[in-house]
């Protein structure tokens, strides 16, 4: 998928038909009856790094899920679902639409609205390209500092032991995603929110996805998260740490 239809998707922009057909490049082939070589680059697309999605016929489902997990063992391709894909992206501090930021046409509120670079998306801004509508107001608005900036949280699991520990129960945290806003303090002000957060098993750490005042978005910040245990509210410490949270070299291309 190119740029022209990725950034207008992650601001929620309605797409055309059109749009789709003239800027999404197609994998075209089909499978033989035969023992000929397929016609679809199977290896190619098990070690692709974006998502794919199959249309096709019933009667090619399996045939083609077969074809695709032999391709993809070299490169330890596993079939996962949307649960686990939700802590992946958390875990690879990548925000959804609706849930970590709101896009300007789904704003009920002015308070929901954000700057790309508000909901860490400034990625998808090419201000030294084409002129387009807003890019005066985004420049202008690159050279200060945010108002709102999205950042990631490590909470204390330490202290959500303690508070587990405190009502007689053994600490329980959940093995999906949470996308549950919860109120981010700083010495009794409340200064920011989280919007996705989980457990990540391949980092044994309680992390989160939070949009907080620019002023305490710096890594290594000490912030505090509301944490509720027995239906009683808490407060655990959390620290400002660098997005995304796992990013190994050997997942780089």
């Not at 999404?24 to 035969?34: A, F, L, N, S």
């Not at 505090?224 to 655990?236: D, P």
Request: with cysteine.
């Amino acid at each position: 998928i190119t740029s022209a239809i990725a950034a207008p998707a992650y601001a929620g922009i309605p797409l055309s038909h059109r749009d789709f057909t003239s800027t999404i490049g197609v994998v075209t082939g089909h499978e033989r009856p035969d023992k000929e070589k397929s016609a679809i680059d199977w290896e190619g697309l098990a070690r692709s790094m974006v998502t794919l999605v199959f249309l096709m016929g019933v009667k090619n489902l399996t045939s083609i899920c077969r074809n695709l997990m032999e391709a993809g063992k070299p490169h330890r391709l596993l079939p996962v679902g949307l649960d686990a894909l939700d802590i992946v992206r958390i875990e690879a501090g990548l925000v959804l639409q609706g849930v970590d930021y709101y896009s300007a046409p789904t704003c009920l509120i002015e308070s929901r609205k954000s700057s790309p670079f508000e909901a860490g998306i400034g990625f998808a801004v090419d201000l030294d390209g084409r002129s387009f509508v807003g890019g005066e107001a985004l420049e202008a608005e690159s050279r200060l500092p945010l108002k709102w900036k999205l950042v990631g949280l490590e909470l204390s699991l330490p202290d959500i032991e303690k508070l587990y520990s405190s009502v007689g129960l053994p600490p329980v945290l959940p093995i999906e995603a949470c996308r549950t806003s919860r109120p981010v303090h700083q010495r009794g002000r409340q200064v920011g929110y989280i919007t996705s957060s989980t457990f990540s098993p391949i980092l044994k750490s309680a992390i989160a996805l939070a949009t907080v005042e620019g002023s305490v978005g710096e890594p290594g910040t000490g912030l505090e998260v509301e944490f509720t245990i027995e239906h009683v509210h808490h407060r655990i410490p959390a620290t400002v740490v660098e997005r995304p949270f796992f990013d190994p070299p050997r997942k780089r291309s």
